[in-house]
């Protein structure tokens, strides 16, 4: 119901844009996530946005580099990553849920994109 894609291996300093595609039963949630896990830490929230009033939200080590964008037409979220660095490196996952920054808010997950930044 979730089906993430765009990720891959860049250089620092180069950009890269997410996506991921809704369906089913992720409509009945209010918010939009992402996150990413790196090898040997927890997942960790990246940003949220909200179906409603397409408020947005961000963890701050990507504040100013992340965008998370909607395209309802699409049943699409976006995440646009400018500025990678190699501490960006991780498989990233789209979520729908109600909450925002903790990952047992949210119902649905897809299946995860690796992004690897190179230095």
């Known amino acids: 119901q979730l089906q993430a894609s765009g990720g891959g291996l860049v250089q620092a300093g180069d950009s890269l844009r997410l996506s991921c595609a809704a369906s089913?039963?992720?409509?009945?949630?209010?918010?939009m996530g992402w996150f990413r896990q790196a090898p040997g830490k927890e997942r960790e929230f990246v940003a949220a946005i909200r179906f409603a009033t397409a408020t947005t939200y961000y963890a701050g080590a990507v504040k100013g580099r992340f965008t998370i964008s909607r395209d309802n037409a699409k049943n699409t979220v976006y995440l646009q990553m400018d500025s990678l660095k190699p501490e960006d490196t991780a498989v990233y996952y789209c979520?729908?849920?109600?909450?925002?920054?903790?990952?047992?808010?949210?119902?649905?997950w897809g299946q995860g994109t690796l992004v690897t930044v190179s230095s």
């Open positions: 979520a729908a849920g109600n909450g925002l920054y903790y990952t047992n808010t949210y119902n649905y």
């Open positions: 089913g039963r992720t409509f009945s949630t209010n918010v």
